[in-house]
């Protein structure tokens, strides 16, 4: 059986490890303005509103930063005037040996104070595009934990790490990189309009500026086009991300039924329409690219022709023009650089809007307005279902179930395959909402009660023994924070895990997961029921977790779960008969209807569906109990 979802025991353990060493989670530790930012993540749903808020949060930051771009503009743009003097003292033969250490010392002085003024402001803007990427990559990565699994159920886990990943780049080098550029280039566009106008001639900069009038009509025009086609490309590369996701997890069964030439087919396919998308793109970005500076081009075409015209006639000076060609050479790298900056604000635009639609979306599964209190928590479970239906489906999968579970008690739920069993208890934890009404912990409809609370109350091993990529210890420890290396080792001994961890050369050190000791599928199973054993939990659920254990290793669990949870309640799931045999009362479900119920002798008594199951699985050597 399988669980969607994030199981009710697996909780980080808020950054610590059993023996108080901070755990993988907090090992990385961001700049002290990133922990506590001005803005905080959970304030707004819409990252283009989360990005105002940035903004106006760090408004003396970059203003700072901007003027400080600005004031590196100013000096910068002294460099042709410096060179134009030049010129004209050369011209008129003044030139002497002093001056030349002066205008040398003038332009080094400009090149240094400009190189800091600009760092200042370059590193203040990536400073904090970088806070806003930590920002938004934290509020989607909360999001995404608030969401219900019915949300997951619909996506693949490589599109939203394309989200997570491309799309919050794309908005980060925007906020970044773009904002420099735009300041730089806006700037060291007014300033050098504003000499030309001072020092050269005020006619000959406006006719040379004709062609630049044009620019907006372009961006107007291929903008638009460029958001598109980058939009296009962001879907391809999730496309991907989705195949390789899939392709890798199941990397054991590829090889096995010797599909990968199929996958790698599928792979390329994916690969070749992202090379296709990404063609088009550049195609529309070169096109935009190269049409801005085509117009500053002709800019300087006209500047080389009337501003020639002029010196030669003697209505500027030499110098003056000399100038004036080094400032249109200045003019025409912003334009440039504009127009890279737009089409970079062009998709960051198009991110925000697909990172909009996943952040609005809303979890389905959410707190009561007014919840009921219930400390400590006994355990007692009361089921009156009448019918659950999943979302969209168009059946019911369980109707008519009735179950009365006093704390203390153990109950078996059995069944054939798909008859309900998961989902039943998975409406326990609300990780899908049951009608109202209808599941009672401690007498409280669950639905009133904080999902906080329900989840606390219980713990849930999944069939596959689900394990985080951390040592052994921590994922035992997931479910209690406090817990102590010596209740760790306990809760190790109780699954039946114990001997296990001790053979390995680390203990309870042991990496496990992608990154470190593969465990066997009894070894995830008992692991993870070590987690439960250590919550400690009032209800504990147990969803075909015994599956891949053996029988005398089940045997020995099961007696640790007697003794263990004598004053709890601990609900078994199970297709092998062996794990719910001692049970206090077993539900036998049938496409999702109970068809009996009692104790394991009244079931066989009964000669039923149960006994008949019991007989087989006895004759298969399945049970021995
Ligand atoms: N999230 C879901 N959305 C729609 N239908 C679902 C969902 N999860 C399960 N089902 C359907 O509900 C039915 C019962 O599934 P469930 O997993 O509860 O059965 P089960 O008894 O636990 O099966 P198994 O013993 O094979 O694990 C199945 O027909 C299944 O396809």
């Known amino acids: 059986m399988k669980i969607d979802g994030h199981p009710a025991n697996h909780q980080p353990a808020n950054g610590q490890t059993p023996d108080g060493r901070p755990s993988h989670h907090q090992t990385s530790r961001p700049p002290a303005d990133i922990v506590h930012p001005a803005v905080h993540p959970s304030e707004t749903s819409d990252p283009r509103r989360l990005l105002r808020q940035f903004l106006w949060s760090r408004k003396w930051t970059y203003t700072a930063a901007i003027l400080s771009i600005l004031a590196s503009e100013i000096v910068m743009v002294q460099f042709p005037h410096i060179l134009g003097q030049f010129t004209n003292t050369l011209q008129k033969g003044r030139l002497t040996l002093h001056a030349v250490g002066i205008y040398s010392l003038q332009l080094t002085v400009v090149g240094v104070v400009y190189v800091i003024l600009y760092g200042i402001g370059q590193n203040s803007n990536g400073h904090s595009g970088r806070l806003f990427e930590y920002l938004?990559?934290?509020?989607?990565?909360?999001?995404?934990?608030?969401?219900?699994?019915?949300?997951?159920?619909?996506?693949?886990?490589?599109?939203?790490?394309?989200?997570?990943?491309?799309?919050?780049?794309?908005v980060r080098e925007a906020l970044s990189g773009g904002l420099n550029i735009l300041s730089n280039a806006v700037f060291l566009m007014i300033s050098t309009l504003f000499m030309t106008f001072r020092t050269v001639s005020v006619k000959l900069t406006l006719i040379s500026m004709i062609p630049i009038l044009f620019i907006p009509f372009f961006v107007v025009w291929m903008g638009p086009r460029v958001r598109n086609a980058s939009r296009r490309v962001q879907e391809a590369l999730s496309d991907m991300a989705e195949l390789t996701e899939e392709s890798l997890s199941a990397i054991r069964l590829v090889k096995a039924t010797a599909n990968e030439d199929i996958e790698a087919s599928r792979f390329t396919e994916r690969v070749d329409t992202i090379v296709e998308r990404q063609m088009g793109l550049f195609r529309r970005s070169a096109l935009f690219q190269a049409l801005i500076p085509l117009m500053g081009s002709l800019s300087f075409v006209i500047a080389l022709g009337y501003g020639g015209y002029l010196a030669l006639v003697g209505r500027i000076q030499l110098g003056a023009f000399v100038a004036f060609t080094l400032?249109?050479?200045?003019?025409?790298?912003?334009?440039?650089?504009?127009?890279?900056?737009?089409?970079?604000?062009?998709?960051?635009?198009?991110?925000?809007?697909?990172?909009k639609v996943l952040l609005l979306e809303a979890?389905?599964?959410?707190?009561p307005e007014h919840p009921v209190d219930v400390d400590p928590i006994a355990g007692d479970v009361e089921i009156r279902l009448p019918a659950f239906r999943y979302p969209d489906a168009d059946h019911d999968v369980l109707a008519n179930?009735?179950?009365?579970?006093?704390?203390?008690?153990?109950?078996?739920?059995?069944?054939?395959?798909?008859?309900?069993?998961?989902?039943l208890v998975s409406l326990l934890m609300r990780v899908f909402d049951p009608p109202a009404n209808s599941i009672f912990l401690d007498g409280v409809d669950i639905r009133q009660l904080r999902l906080e609370t329900l989840r606390e109350a219980i713990a849930y091993v999944p069939q596959d023994g689900f394990l985080f990529s951390t040592t052994i210890g921590e994922n035992i420890a997931f479910g209690k924070e406090t817990a102590t290396p010596q209740e760790i080792e306990q809760a190790a001994r109780d699954a039946q895990i114990y001997d296990d961890i001790a053979a390995f050369r680390d203990g309870f050190d042991t990496i496990i997961g992608e990154r470190g000791v593969a465990l066997s599928g009894g070894q995830k199973q008992r692991t993870a029921l070590a987690r439960a054993f250590l919550k400690d939990a009032p209800v504990l659920i147990l969803d075909d977790s015994l599956s891949a254990v053996d029988m005398n290793t089940e045997k020995a669990i099961l007696a640790?779960?007697?003794?263990?949870?004598?004053?709890?309640?601990?609900?078994?799931?199970?297709?092998?008969?062996?794990?719910?045999?001692?049970?206090?009362?077993?539900?036998?479900?049938?496409?999702?209807?109970?068809?009996?119920?009692?104790?394991h002798d009244e079931l066989v008594a009964a000669g039923g569906a149960y006994a008949s199951m019991y007989a087989m699985q006895q004759e298969s050597g399945v049970t021995t109990a």
């Open 136 to 170: 938004l990559r934290k509020r989607l990565f909360s999001h995404w934990e608030r969401l219900s699994t019915s949300y997951f159920r619909g996506r693949s886990i490589g599109d939203l790490l394309n989200h997570a990943m491309n799309d919050v780049q794309a």
């Open 327 to 355: 400032y249109l050479g200045m003019l025409i790298t912003p334009l440039q650089q504009i127009g890279f900056v737009i089409n970079n604000f062009q998709r960051a635009s198009a991110s925000l809007q697909r990172l």
């Open 363 to 367: 979890p389905d599964i959410t707190d």
């Open 401 to 423: 179930i009735c179950l009365q579970i006093p704390h203390g008690q153990t109950v078996g739920i059995v069944g054939r395959t798909a008859s309900g069993k998961t989902t």
């Open 560 to 599: 640790n779960l007697r003794r263990l949870r004598a004053h709890k309640t601990t609900i078994i799931v199970a297709h092998r008969l062996s794990a719910v045999r001692h049970a206090d009362q077993i539900l036998v479900l049938e496409e999702g209807r109970p068809i009996e119920h009692g104790t």
